[in-house]
């Protein structure tokens, strides 16, 4: 379980709701994935199906439930990321001629909430709403915290044969990191060296939206 806040109960709950994120659960499998004891599982899925955070589906399972589609909304219009970032990851897409993403932190997984194809032919697609691991992959590692002296971080092969990635973090006038922006493609383009190819022009478009959130 991911220790947040250090209350308790909220953390415990956050858990629940980024386990059911990445699909829908049995309370089985809702126990092994978060790692809480049945009886509180039990407890806190049942509080947030009460609150419709959650709902069960048609086997049963615990899925997300339709009061997150209002507060999703309301948070888009208050602060719509993925429409700020769209038109900093068009020009570095046209910039790099290779594939653009934004990567937000989900718990211990990373979101896609926005992805810019390359024109090539030959390419990596992720798809917009697609959540990977943290562990593996430039983003995932930037959303962590990873530093490195250049200012990004790349991958070769990490999460994915044959793709390589560098990323950058777009950070709040606090220093918080609010995501991740990122280049992928195959490594046959993008080389065994990204950073060096494309780290400074990710940085800087890091930096340009990083400039456009804190306005």
Same mark, same amino acid.
């Given at each position: 379980?991911? *220790?947040?806040?250090?209350? %308790? $109960?909220?953390?415990k709950?956050?858990?629940?709701?980024?386990?059911? &994120? $990445?699909?829908?659960? +049995?309370?089985?499998?809702?126990? !092994?994935?978060?790692?809480?004891?049945?009886?509180t599982?039990?407890?806190?899925?049942?509080?947030? !199906?009460?609150?419709? *955070?959650?709902?069960?589906? =048609?086997?049963?399972?615990?899925?997300?439930?339709?009061?997150? #589609?209002?507060?999703?909304?309301?948070?888009? !219009?208050?602060?719509?990321?993925?429409?700020? &970032?769209r038109?900093?990851? /068009?020009?570095?897409?046209? @910039?790099?001629?290779?594939?653009?993403?934004?990567?937000?932190?989900?718990? +211990?997984?990373?979101?896609?909430?926005?992805?810019?194809?390359?024109?090539?032919?030959?390419?990596?697609?992720?798809?917009?709403?697609?959540?990977?691991?943290?562990?593996?992959g430039?983003? =995932?590692?930037?959303?962590t915290?990873?530093? /490195?002296?250049? %200012?990004? #971080?790349?991958?070769?092969? @990490?999460?994915? &044969?044959?793709?390589?990635?560098? +990323?950058?973090?777009?950070?709040?006038?606090? %220093?918080?990191? *609010?995501?991740?922006?990122?280049?992928?493609?195959? #490594?046959?383009?993008?080389? @065994?060296?990204?950073?060096?190819?494309? =780290?400074?022009?990710?940085?800087?478009?890091? &930096?340009?939206?990083?400039?456009?959130?804190?306005?």
């Amino acid at each position: 379980m991911d *220790i947040v806040t250090g209350v %308790g $109960v909220l953390d415990k709950a956050m858990t629940v709701l980024r386990s059911v &994120a $990445v699909e829908a659960r +049995s309370l089985n499998e809702l126990q !092994e994935s978060t790692g809480l004891p049945r009886a509180t599982a039990h407890r806190l899925a049942a509080a947030l !199906e009460a609150h419709a *955070i959650l709902r069960r589906d =048609g086997d049963g399972r615990f899925e997300l439930g339709h009061a997150l #589609i209002s507060l999703g909304q309301a948070a888009d !219009e208050r602060f719509p990321l993925d429409d700020l &970032a769209r038109p900093i990851l /068009s020009t570095l897409r046209d @910039e790099t001629g290779e594939s653009t993403q934004l990567f937000v932190q989900e718990g +211990s997984h990373r979101r896609c909430v926005v992805s810019l194809e390359t024109p090539h032919g030959l390419r990596w697609i992720v798809p917009e709403g697609s959540v990977f691991p943290l562990e593996a992959g430039s983003a =995932g590692r930037v959303l962590t915290g990873e530093t /490195s002296d250049t %200012g990004w #971080i790349e991958s070769v092969g @990490e999460r994915e &044969a044959g793709v390589a990635s560098v +990323s950058a973090k777009v950070a709040a006038p606090d %220093g918080t990191i *609010i995501a991740a922006l990122s280049v992928s493609g195959p #490594i046959e383009r993008l080389t @065994e060296q990204p950073g060096a190819r494309f =780290g400074t022009a990710v940085l800087a478009a890091a &930096a340009d939206l990083a400039r456009v959130v804190a306005r």
